[in-house]
């Protein structure tokens, strides 16, 4: 199983960037996905989780209402939509597989994990 992370980049606060995960070797819409982040000199945060097929989602706290997570299953791919950004949603974003179709916040129950992709935003 791989796991392709992509769509960082660069934005200035207030903005917005999708990030996309494409899966090969598995099909997402059978297992729950995730997107954690880890900033500079900080321990990885949960950020999104999705259950198979999308049936139900889980944000942490403070992008509640800013980020959307969410699959195409005839792509294969996880995206998470990111709007108003905030300089400390600056970090590396990886996403996630799990072998369960329920979707976690414990990154120790993700058992396929993505290189990551930079998210830097600029106040």
């Known amino acids: 199983v791989q796991l392709q992370a992509c769509g960082g980049g660069l934005v200035q606060a207030g903005g917005s960037l999708r990030l996309s995960c494409a899966a090969s070797?598995?099909?997402?819409?059978?297992?729950?996905v995730g997107w954690f982040r880890q900033a500079p000199g900080k321990e990885r945060e949960f950020v999104a989780s999705?259950?198979?097929?999308?049936?139900?989602?889980l944000y942490r706290a403070s992008v509640k209402g800013r980020f959307t997570i969410s699959t195409d299953n005839a792509k294969n791919t996880v995206y998470l939509q990111m709007n108003s950004l905030k300089p400390e949603d600056t970090a590396v974003y990886y996403c996630?597989?799990?072998?369960?179709?329920?979707?976690?916040?414990?990154?120790?129950?993700?058992?396929?994990w993505g290189q990551g992709t930079l998210v830097t935003v600029s106040s």
């Open positions: 996630a597989q799990r072998t369960s179709r329920w979707l976690s916040d414990q990154g120790a129950r993700y058992d396929y």
């Open positions: 999705i259950s198979a097929a999308g049936g139900d989602t």
């Open positions: 070797g598995r099909t997402f819409s059978n297992y729950a």
